[in-house]
């Protein structure tokens, strides 16, 4: 079963019908990114809706946006206010969140999953990731094993992954 048929299955999270190639292609032309192969491939199946849902047909993007945006402005609201600096910048020096917001633009883009639950764009069968702020937790080795471990839905992965997006997986606890 897909990582979608086992959440409709559940009757736990209502679902609406998949998004169509044309409404993914239209996100992603949007919004700058390209979903992963399994992102895509979950959503095309069945939309979750409801509380902590990204809803990816609102006509109002304002939420969308600030849920693609969380992670980088998380990152540099701890540059700013709690001195967190990533070794892999550098030596921090003069403009410390103009010089980490350029580093992060670099960094792979974050998509919202689930409330503050990610994937990265474009890495395909890579581990959901809880971001807030700097504080980033590997939460399941892909989406059917997140899916058991968040909502306890199918079963756990026979193995546990270690994230290999860069930057992202460098902040892994």
Do not use: K
């Not at 939309?47 to 945006?69: I, M, N, Y």
């Not at 399941?140 to 899916?147: K, M, N």
């Amino acid at each position: 079963m897909t990582a979608a048929e086992l959440l409709a299955a559940s009757g736990r999270v209502p679902i609406a019908p998949g998004l169509s190639g044309d409404e993914i292609t239209g996100i992603e032309s949007e919004f700058g990114f390209t979903f992963a192969p399994d992102h895509r491939e979950f959503l095309a199946a069945g939309l979750p809706t409801g509380v902590g849902w990204p809803d990816w047909r609102s006509p109002d993007r304002t939420a969308l946006r600030l849920a693609l945006t969380a992670p980088v402005e998380g990152v540099l609201f701890d540059v700013a206010e709690n001195d967190f600096w990533y070794d892999g910048w550098g030596a921090p020096f003069g403009d410390r969140v103009g010089t980490a917001r350029a580093a992060l633009m670099i960094a792979p883009r974050m998509i919202p999953l689930y409330a503050h639950r990610y994937l990265p764009a474009v890495i395909p069968g890579h581990p959901v990731l809880s971001i807030y702020q700097t504080d980033v937790i590997g939460y399941g080795a892909d989406l059917p094993d997140w899916l058991h471990r968040e909502f306890g839905i199918g079963s756990p992965a026979a193995h546990r992954s270690r994230p290999t997006v860069p930057f992202w997986s460098a902040l892994v606890t």
